[in-house]
C-alpha cells in the first residue's frame, strides 16, 4: 500500500511563552519576540492584554518575575490598531 500523505502544516503559530526574570522589561521581552510588520506599541499592548495578571495593577511597567506570558500570534497584535496602542503607551 501507498504510504498514508503527510498531515498538512497548520497555517497557525505554535504557542510561545516567555518566563519573567527579574529584571526584564516588557519592552526588552517585546523587543526579542518581535513580529514582522507589528509596531512596537502592538506588541506591548497585546502582551499586556493577553496577560493581565502578570502586571502589578495592569500596568505595564510593573511586571512581575517568575510569571509565564503568553506571546499573542501575529494576527492577535495586527487586530490592535496601531493608533489604539500608541494611545495605550503613552498613558502607562
Given at each position: 500500500?501507498?504510504?498514508?500523505?503527510?498531515?498538512?502544516?497548520?497555517?497557525?503559530?505554535?504557542?510561545?511563552?516567555?518566563?519573567?526574570?527579574?529584571?526584564?522589561?516588557?519592552?526588552?521581552?517585546?523587543?526579542?519576540?518581535?513580529?514582522?510588520g507589528v509596531s512596537l506599541e502592538q506588541m506591548l499592548v497585546g502582551m499586556l492584554r493577553a496577560n493581565p495578571d502578570a502586571f502589578d495593577g495592569r500596568n505595564m511597567n510593573r511586571l512581575k518575575a517568575g510569571r509565564i506570558l503568553n506571546v499573542p500570534t501575529r494576527a492577535e497584535f495586527e487586530a490592535i490598531p496601531e493608533a489604539e496602542a500608541r494611545k495605550v503607551v503613552s498613558v502607562q
Open positions: 500500500p501507498a504510504p498514508a500523505p503527510a498531515p498538512a502544516q497548520s497555517a497557525e503559530e505554535p504557542p510561545r511563552t516567555h518566563t519573567v526574570q527579574r529584571g526584564d522589561t516588557l519592552r526588552k521581552i517585546a523587543t526579542a519576540n518581535a513580529v514582522e
